[in-house]
């Protein structure tokens, strides 16, 4: 699957997949900013959301696939490859596969299993008619009766765009991602030991990673670290940039 992505920046090869309902665009300001440092920020999209393929397969292994093809394509050897959420996920099981890295970092996941939570989000993508709405403004209306969170449906909602004929379009693939939703919480098996350093970041105002998880996280890679940014939530990169990027060099570079 030829994966769209984006590359800014000369230096030391970085990866950068984004999570669910999300593209590229999602860590692309911090991207940006990594840039300056001697890197070659590669901002992938994943299949089924922003421009790249949509496919009727959803799951971690295709996806670690999708990734390995287009380091194999693009020729990048032992790049640094980070995930957000369902990519930090991607990045973990990419690991329990292939060997083509120098180091990972995860942002704000953890291998375990994690319980369906986005029905609120499904629900509201399939109540939206997009091939029938009028504005964004409709469709807007329609999604804050299922999302009341103004940034949650912000974040969402950039996934509309209006097509050359003038009507609206999503960019993720919903029928895909909603009737496969249970699979962006699948466990990651640590079939392996990963060796390489591994960076876990985590929002000091998020649930996703907890003490107990980065003590289990240890056994399956025993020379990982992890960063706690205080008062960024699940959108680490989104919420405390600066921050975030600091940390980020600092294990890089």
Known sequence: MN?????????????????VFGSSDNLYTVSKKLAEKDLTVYTLDARNHGQSPQNDELTYE????????????EGIENPVIMGHSMGGKT?????????????????????????????????GLNA??????????????????????FAERQFILKNIYRTDDGNYAWRINVPVISANIHEVGSEIISDRLIEKPVLFIRGGESSYITD????????????????TIEGANHWVHATKPMEFIKAVEDFVL
């Open 62 to 73: 295709a996806m670690a696939a999708d990734l390995d093809e287009f380091l194999t394509k």
């Open 3 to 19: 994966l769209y992505f984006r590359r800014i920046g000369e230096g030391k090869p970085l990866i950068v997949l984004h999570g």
């Open 128 to 149: 939206i008619p997009i091939n029938e709405i009028q504005s964004r403004k409709e469709a807007e209306e329609i999604f804050e009766e299922y999302v009341p969170s």
């Open 212 to 227: 107990a998880d980065f003590k289990s996280i240890q056994k399956g890679y025993p020379n990982a670290e992890m960063i």
């Open 91 to 123: 990045v973990m099981q990419y690991a329990q596969r292939y060997d083509n890295f120098e180091k990972l970092i995860i942002v704000d996941i953890a291998p375990r299993f994690y319980p369906t939570h986005h029905d609120h989000i499904i629900a």
